[in-house]
DNA sequence: GGGTCTATATATCGGATCGAAATAGGTTTG
DNA sequence: CAAACCTATTTCGATCCGATATATAGACCC
């Protein structure tokens, strides 16, 4: 499943723009899957070539021209094959777990800066969800808001109750008592 | 936090050859951060040139050649460095939270093997964590390992307890009984 | 009035990375 | 005894990101 197929997805929802699918990828798969228009503009243009989308040139004033897509019967036929494709793997990339990795090589105080800056975006995020919880949205778009939620909320629960493995260990070892 | 800073930071725990460096990316990162040959590679000849890491031949009777990369004084700083810098967001890329997205497209048939399996996966995941768990780790690596586990436990936990948004309401329904 | 920021809109390019293949000998498995 | 897999490195096309260029216009600040 690549940019190309994730347009695809995106269209069958209404027709749209280049600059209009970013942002639904922003809304709909925020934290799931990203795609930078150096991605999605040459993605459109080979949609069109192959006949799964049409263009439409639009002018507007006070605007630059926009660039309408729409999808066609044989781009939907194509977007159902690859939905029906076993989904590979999920393919993560975290800067934050790869740093907490090398933990003991960080003083103390910047591992917890991490921490709160890292419980503080998963809780945003969770408040940001909720509330788009609310609007109406398909069962499959409510199932994936949940998932959001629940994970980051993991995320978030896991670090309040473990940071202390990082964090330093005076607390913890027997016979020691805080200062003051 | 690039290939190269890993690499570096993989050869803080000790001197090891290209592959070893892949092998630790799965031990290690699995799920979290990886990497391929193309590029582990070009990733140690950069850093052999910048003086990060030194590189010795090791020829092998019944094996090909081995190149064993060691960190120098300079790259343990470089690296130190690197990882001072504030963690990138996390950057994933689901193509089964994005098929999900699209769910209403799908027979529920294919939507239940596809949560069967993924799970299956999730809790074979925490299996193997919770074994590895046991061995000799630094505190860094027992709180990473320990957020791996709450957070595919957490996703198998969502997937059971919200499936049937997406499986089909029969049975929610007031007024609906099963068939037989 | 000038400066910066943000938003709409598309195109493009360098660089990072993946995934697969090429190469090559040894070992395990059916 | 062939097929499959393990060790080990190199290389290459394809994909994708992130930044920049271009153009216009409203918002905000000093």
Same mark, same amino acid.
């Given at each position: ?9 995106? /269209?069958?929802?209404? $027709?749209?723009?280049? !600059?209009?699918?970013? @942002? ?8 799931? +899957? ?6 999605? !503009?040459? #993605?459109?243009?080979?949609?069109? $070539? ?6 439409? $040139?639009?002018? @507007? ?7 309408? !897509? ?21 393919? /993560? ?12 090589? *960080?003083?103390?105080?910047? *591992? ?15 408040? $940001?969800?909720?509330?788009?919880? @609310? ?5 499959? @778009?409510?199932?994936? *808001?949940? +998932? ?7 995320? #978030?629960? !896991? ?14 070892? %027997?016979?020691?008592? %805080?200062?003051?």
């Amino acid at each position: 499943m690549d940019i190309r197929t994730l347009c695809l997805g995106i /269209l069958t929802l209404g $027709e749209a723009s280049g !600059y209009e699918i970013k @942002q639904s990828f922003e809304d709909h798969f925020s934290r799931f +899957y990203e795609a930078s228009f150096g991605s999605i !503009y040459p #993605a459109l243009a080979k949609l069109t $070539e192959e006949g799964f989308v049409t263009c439409t $040139e639009l002018p @507007q004033d006070k605007r630059p021209d926009k660039k309408v !897509y729409r999808i066609t019967a044989q781009g939907r036929l194509a977007f159902i094959d690859e939905l029906m494709k076993p989904p590979g793997r999920d393919r /993560l990339r975290s800067e934050f777990i790869a740093t907490l990795m090398f933990a003991d090589l *960080l003083p103390t105080r910047h *591992l917890s800066d991490m921490l709160d800056e890292r419980v503080r975006d998963a809780r945003g995020a969770v408040a $940001e969800w909720r509330a788009r919880e @609310q609007g109406r949205v398909t069962p499959g @778009q409510r199932f994936v *808001l949940g +998932y959001a939620i629940a994970m980051h909320e993991a995320m #978030a629960r !896991y670090i309040e109750d473990n940071r202390h493995l990082i964090e330093g260990h005076a607390l913890l070892t %027997p016979g020691a008592a %805080p200062a003051g």
